[in-house]
């Protein structure tokens, strides 16, 4: 079956450190990867795509990979501040391209503590 | 500029209500996707809407939801009759035209509570 799995349990992270989320998948062949943060009562925000032949994309203290041979991408935040504490999504082109949906996992919780 | 609106933004009401929540996407947006988000079950995706056609509606949950959407700045989802179990929070999203892998855009939620 096809599974999108993300760390259910939260990450505490002192200030000031790299945070690492993963995103690992099962049966699926995506043509992209996007990632969103989501505040308490909000909905979720935007923040990265990166697609299937890009092994790594960045902006500002944000850097994403995405490995298709692991099925796997990595989130990191580095220089972690108290903002960024929220649940980090990552979502997944479930259709291999050419078709605009995307199937979300069920988040990270990120804490920084200062 | 405006983001997605939805409303209303908390709905408490009892079973066998009808429930219609409402969206107004981001103007020059031609998709438009409706969410439910549980801690059970996360974000899955409802229906989604292309150029006001309905395109991929294999997670309406069963025949008592239905989604519209008239015109390319209106788009409800209706729950008729409402159980317990609709309880959840609802967002409506929209996203550009281009690349099939551009970003969704989500408004706020609709906290649905049904008694």
Known sequence: SQKIEQNSEAL??????TATLTCNYTNYSPAYLQWYRQDPGRGPVFLLLIRENEKEKRKERLK???DTTLKQSLFHITASQPADSATYLCALDPNSGGYQKVTFGTGTKLQVIP | DAGVIQSPRHEVTEMGQEVTLRCKPISGHNSLFWYRQTMMRGL???????????????GMPEDRFSAKMPNASFSTLKIQP???RDS?????ASSPPGAWDQPQHFGDGTRLSIL
Request: proline share 6%.
């Open chain 2, 44 to 58: 899955e995706l409802l229906i989604y809407f292309n150029n006001n056609v309905p395109i991929d509606d294999s």
């Open chain 2, 88 to 92: 959840a929070v609802y967002f409506c």
């Open chain 2, 82 to 84: 409402s159980e317990p």
């Open chain 1, 64 to 66: 994403v990979t995405f």
């Open chain 1, 12 to 17: 505490n992270i002192q200030e000031g450190k």
